[in-house]
């Protein structure tokens, strides 16, 4: 999906009092975090992942990572956090989505 600006502004904002669910740290990104990742975003639809000091990742790539293969949107990387959103497939998991879609 394909966010305007006034709608990353949005979800920003949305992001700014989560906290970080998951950590990526010295064991990098793998196949269960993966999973996992998107199963998060099924259910929330917007997440933090923050990446610990003793990580060889970096945000940048990471983040790219990441959401090629959830087909997550990153809406910002800040320092050593990523915020992704990616809107729910069922419907009672879909609040944001709907927000965003009529921005």
């Known amino acids: 999906m394909n966010l305007r600006g006034k709608q ?3 979800l920003r904002s949305k992001a700014h009092h989560l906290q970080p669910i ?3 740290g010295k064991g990098g990104i793998n196949e269960q975090m993966l999973v996992q ?3 998060a975003l099924e259910k929330r639809e917007l997440i933090k992942i923050s ?3 003793n990580t ?3 945000t940048d790539e990471a983040a790219l990572t ?3 293969v959830t087909k997550a ?3 910002q990387t800040i320092g050593h956090v990523i915020v ?3 809107p729910s497939s069922k419907e009672k998991y879909q609040h944001l989505s709907k927000e965003v879609r009529d921005i």
């Open 8 to 10: 990353k502004r949005f």
């Open 56 to 58: 060889d990742e970096l």
């Open 84 to 86: 992704l959103f990616k």
């Open 66 to 68: 990441i959401a090629n």
């Open 37 to 39: 990742v998107n199963e």
């Open 51 to 53: 990446l610990l000091q």
């Open 73 to 75: 949107t990153v809406v």
């Open 22 to 24: 998951f950590q990526i």
